[in-house]
């Protein structure tokens, strides 16, 4: 008897908390959304890998330099740390998406936070697997891991016709990576100026990434560094060829 009363008692109090009909929770849709949003996460997730002629090359993956190709680098490295621990500058921290899931964790270059030194050789020499290549000081100074591009919309030089040296300054090439343009310009009291506009130049910056650590901008540097021109890629080049007559 009691049974019976406890399941009248819940059938009734089913009737004040049950959503109605066209409210109740869809568990097809909510699955086709799920569904969605996971396919839609390992696209991101997941590295894809199309035709070697598509643009598919990661500005932000600046491996370090001595690092072999791309598919070799993420079969040997073991994600041992050991180059990051030995970075002076710091600039060498664990990859999260840049090289897709199979590079999870691997070594990647952050100038923001650090800078690829000219004369430091240590990373090239800690690896255990060969991912990173051991350089001689020379060899390593002859090694591109990406290389400079200019953002004239917040340049100084350009953006305020304002003078700003600071790139130049830091370029650590024996023959400077960033040299200057000088052009008259107006400033904004209407006033003849002669400015100093630097500009790369691409066969000589290697991309080690000082003149982005050093730039006066902190939120988003003025200059910055991207694969673009990486000795271990030759698909990734920025230059078809140049000659005495400069670069075309």
């Given at each position: 008897?009691?049974?019976?009363?406890?399941?009248?008692?819940?059938?009734?109090l089913?009737?004040?908390?049950?959503?109605?009909q066209d409210?109740?929770?869809?568990?097809?849709?909510?699955?086709?959304?799920?569904?969605?949003?996971?396919g839609?996460g390992?696209?991101?997730?997941f590295?894809?890998?199309?035709?070697?002629?598509?643009?598919?090359?990661?500005?932000a993956?600046?491996r370090?330099p001595?690092s072999?190709?791309?598919?070799e680098?993420?079969?040997?490295?073991i994600?041992?740390g050991?180059?990051?621990k030995?970075?002076?500058?710091?600039?060498?921290?664990?990859?999260?998406?840049?090289?897709?899931?199979?590079?999870?964790w691997s070594?990647?270059?952050?100038?923001?936070?650090g800078?690829?030194?000219?004369?430091?050789?240590?990373?090239?020499?800690v690896?255990?697997?060969g991912a990173?290549?051991k350089?001689?000081?020379?060899?390593?100074?002859?090694?591109?891991?990406?290389?400079?591009?200019i953002?004239?919309?917040?340049?100084?030089?350009?953006?305020?016709a304002r003078?700003?040296i600071v790139?130049?300054?830091?370029?650590?090439?024996?023959?400077?990576?960033?040299?200057?343009?000088?052009i008259?310009?107006?400033?904004?009291?209407?006033?003849?100026?002669l400015?100093?506009?630097?500009?790369?130049?691409?066969e000589?910056?290697?991309?080690?990434g000082?003149?982005?650590?050093k730039?006066?901008?902190?939120?988003?540097?003025?200059?910055?560094?991207t694969s673009?021109?990486?000795?271990r890629?030759p698909?990734?080049?920025?230059?078809?060829?140049?000659?005495?007559t400069?670069f075309?």
């Amino acid at each position: 008897m009691k049974r019976l009363l406890d399941n009248a008692l819940m059938r009734w109090l089913s009737n004040f908390i049950r959503p109605p009909q066209d409210k109740r929770l869809d568990l097809r849709r909510r699955s086709l959304i799920t569904a969605g949003l996971a396919g839609l996460g390992g696209g991101l997730l997941f590295e894809v890998h199309p035709q070697a002629s598509a643009r598919t090359f990661n500005p932000a993956l600046i491996r370090p330099p001595g690092s072999v190709e791309e598919e070799e680098f993420r079969s040997r490295c073991i994600r041992c740390g050991e180059c990051m621990k030995v970075c002076p500058t710091n600039a060498i921290h664990p990859a999260l998406f840049e090289a897709g899931l199979e590079g999870l964790w691997s070594p990647v270059m952050d100038m923001n936070l650090g800078y690829c030194e000219y004369e430091c050789t240590l990373c090239t020499q800690v690896c255990p697997t060969g991912a990173i290549e051991k350089l001689l000081l020379k060899e390593k100074t002859e090694t591109t891991i990406g290389m400079a591009f200019i953002d004239k919309n917040r340049c100084l030089p350009y953006a305020s016709a304002r003078s700003c040296i600071v790139c130049e300054e830091h370029c650590p090439t024996p023959e400077k990576a960033i040299w200057f343009e000088e052009i008259e310009v107006l400033n904004e009291l209407g006033e003849q100026v002669l400015l100093k506009r630097p500009r790369v130049n691409p066969e000589l910056c290697i991309g080690c990434g000082i003149c982005q650590n050093k730039c006066p901008f902190m939120d988003q540097p003025a200059i910055y560094v991207t694969s673009a021109g990486e000795t271990r890629n030759p698909d990734n080049q920025v230059l078809l060829s140049s000659d005495s007559t400069g670069f075309y």
